[in-house]
């Protein structure tokens, strides 16, 4: 280009900008053709995930919540919009710099779909797809005319250029998503799903139940339970494809196929999760009547040796959680499940198999998508969070939590406190409530669906004129009370007690 030709660094940022959105809209239309699980940001944020220390796994938690995985998304957006400017300010300075940054971009995405669990041949294509895409783009966008032997772009046409290839980027990652949702047909797989009936139902009580405007339901609806796991492109397994290995120090080996499942007396069982990243008050926990079949029985089968004491899970997507032995052999309804609420498993939270073990944090009992239990040692196996630091075992703490009132102006005179405790394979026996720092008051129990179950409790309270502070703590079934002492969630779940402030007028 001639000087009055030569776009300026604001614009060498733009082209930037726009050959990585024509690379990824590339990438993820290859994806969609022919490699769905291999998305370029998705096998980027994946391994984000995976190498991602600790603490900043538990910060994004504490952010977003179960909003974690989109806010990695955009992140990820945002710093691969970055990059590429500043990979189009290098490209306009000292050609071909930006086009290898570019390149490089790609690159990265295709060794982190190599490294993927079930990764095949095809898996790095749809990202080497888009390294190219963009480095070429970049170098058309800012190809000097003078002395070129092609002419490059006067400034008119690279306005229009580098306009197109962002539309033209942006169209085709649209399409490539409006095509995946078209052509997929788990989910409609899924919907045709006809459960077995159970052999044991699982009976709520009526009285398990108060009633309480803004308190949680004793059953939480399917699709307000939170999702925390690692997965941020859902597995899609065909239940006619699924099979679960159980092997390792076992006498008999077993692999189970999806209509062999379905045959297996299931039984239904209201069971109480939480995840042990939820901070003290938190809502990364929640209620539900699953249908499955006792993995003790499936571990009769197999009968472990002498010496197992963990059962290492593994995940379609690769996940891995250790489970105590003792925990899926003793009288718990430890399940493999195929029913949430009445419904086949959604998508989201693990179809068309998952597991549910009563007082154990998920990330060593709950492996959703499951295909392969390995019984083995402690000794001998890391799981995925135990290999980062958490603990092996993993028992949920005995909590509760105010969820009326919130924080905020309440009418001064008798004011209504109610929330949820639990202690799940416990039981809670007592709720108490504090006033500031006044005596410990017991709150009324709605009747608990089993000690598997969070329950839920309410008391009436003097709120007198002025600012309040409303505490709770628990006193489990075998008469263990709720801590005082506040600790993180790592390594093995929050301590302390809940507290809401109020202001009574």
């Avoid at 924080?407 to 416990?426: I, S």
Wanted: net charge neutral.
């Amino acid at each position: 280009m001639t000087n009055a030709d030569r776009p300026g660094r604001g614009a060498a940022a733009w082209a930037g900008v726009a050959a990585a959105l024509l690379g990824v809209g590339a990438g993820e239309l290859a994806a969609a053709l022919f490699a769905p699980a291999s998305r370029p940001l998705a096998v980027v944020g994946a391994a984000v995930i995976d190498l991602a220390p600790t603490w900043a796994k538990d910060l994004a938690i504490a952010w977003f919540g179960t909003a974690d995985k989109v806010a990695l998304l955009v992140l990820i957006g945002l710093a691969v919009a970055g990059i590429a400017a500043l990979a189009g300010i290098a490209q306009r300075a000292r050609p071909p710099w930006g086009a290898a940054v570019l390149a490089g971009l790609g690159l990265v995405g295709a060794v982190a779909a190599t490294t993927r669990a079930n990764a095949g041949l095809l898996s790095p294509v749809p990202s080497a797809i888009a390294a190219v895409v963009a480095a070429v783009a970049v170098r058309l966008l800012l190809r000097p005319r003078a002395g070129a032997a092609a002419p490059g772009l006067t400034r008119r046409g690279f306005l229009v250029a580098s306009v197109a290839a962002a539309v033209v980027g942006a169209a085709a990652a649209g399409f490539s998503t409006v095509r995946q949702a078209t052509v997929r047909s788990i989910q409609a797989i899924r919907d045709a799903v006809t459960l077995p009936n159970a052999a044991r139902t699982a009976t709520i009580p009526p009285t398990a139940e108060l009633g309480v405007p803004g308190l949680a339901s004793v059953v939480t609806p399917n699709a307000d339970f939170y999702r925390i796991d690692t997965a941020l492109v859902v597995p899609e397994i065909d239940p006619a494809q699924w099979r679960l290995r159980i092997h390792g120090l076992v006498e008999q080996e077993i692999v189970l196929g999806w209509d062999e499942l379905l045959a297996l007396p299931m039984r239904e069982s209201a069971i109480t999760l939480a995840c042990v990243s939820n901070y003290v008050g938190g809502d990364l926990v929640g209620n539900a009547v699953w249908l499955g079949h006792p993995i003790r029985e499936l571990l009769a089968r197999a009968r472990p040796r002498a010496g197992a004491d963990m059962v290492l899970s593994t995940s379609q997507d690769g996940f891995t959680a250790g489970t105590p032995l003792e925990a899926l052999t003793d009288d718990r309804d430890a399940l493999l499940a195929i029913g949430m609420n009445g419904e086949p498993l959604p998508l989201e939270h693990g179809f068309p198999v998952r597991m549910v073990v009563p007082g154990l944090y998920g990330y060593v009992s709950a492996t959703k998508w499951v295909v392969d239990l390995e019984v083995t040692r402690f000794d001998r196996a890391r799981a995925y969070w135990t290999g980062r630091g958490w603990s092996e075992r993993g028992p949920i703490k005995l909590q509760s939590r105010i969820d009326v009132p919130r924080q905020g102006d309440v009418a001064a005179g008798p004011l209504r406190v109610a929330g949820v405790a639990w202690h799940p394979h416990t039981g809670v026996a007592a709720v108490q409530v504090q006033v500031d720092d006044g005596p410990w008051r017991e709150a009324d129990l709605a009747r608990a669906i089993s000690d598997d179950t969070w329950v839920q409790w309410t008391v009436t309270v003097d709120a007198r004129p002025g600012e309040h502070t409303i505490r709770c703590r628990a006193v489990s079934a075998d008469g263990e009370v709720q801590t005082a002492a506040t600790a993180p969630p790592a390594p093995d779940g929050a301590t302390g007690r809940h507290a809401v402030r109020v202001s009574a007028r």
